[in-house]
């Protein structure tokens, strides 16, 4: 799943992705809170991530994903145009990969493949320091 308020980033990546990959099946919603719906009803094995939404923002559907039993497992990569030191930081040690927009497709799928492919295992330090990372109220 894409997840980006930019139908243009969104529908690009999407159609970009599935002509270099026809064996995935991708969708693209424009919100967070139509991820979670979409997410609540059907298996999602990565969710490409944006930081930046109206609404509700990544980091906001990062934690209710995170918190959510059936949820939490899906691997997360932030796919974002935020540069700033924070975020990267932030987004690399929360999610499972933080890959910034204009990234080639090819390479994009290559961060994909590995992220399918070789699965990050949470152990209880990286998952107890999610948890008080996401009792923090962040933007």
Not at 68 to 75: D, E, G, R, T, Y
Not at 86 to 99: E, I, Q, V
Not at 116 to 121: A, E, G, I, K, S
Request: glycine fraction near 6%.
């Amino acid at each position: 799943m894409i997840v980006d308020d930019s139908k243009v980033m969104g529908m690009t990546t999407k159609k970009s992705l599935e002509e270099i990959s026809p064996e995935y099946a991708i969708i693209y919603v424009n919100s967070g809170e139509i991820c979670l719906n979409v997410l609540e009803y059907n298996h999602f094995d990565l969710v490409l991530l944006d930081i930046e939404m109206p609404e509700m923002n990544g980091w906001q559907v990062f934690k209710t994903m995170k918190q959510h039993n059936k949820l939490k497992s899906i691997p997360v990569a932030f796919l974002t145009g935020r540069e700033d030191d924070y975020s990267k930081a932030l987004g690399k040690l929360l999610g499972d990969a933080y890959l910034e927009k204009g990234l080639g497709i090819k390479e994009l799928k290559e961060k994909i493949e590995v992220l399918l492919n070789n699965p990050v295992t949470m152990d209880e330090s990286k998952a107890k320091v999610i948890e008080n990372v996401l009792k923090e109220s962040y933007a």
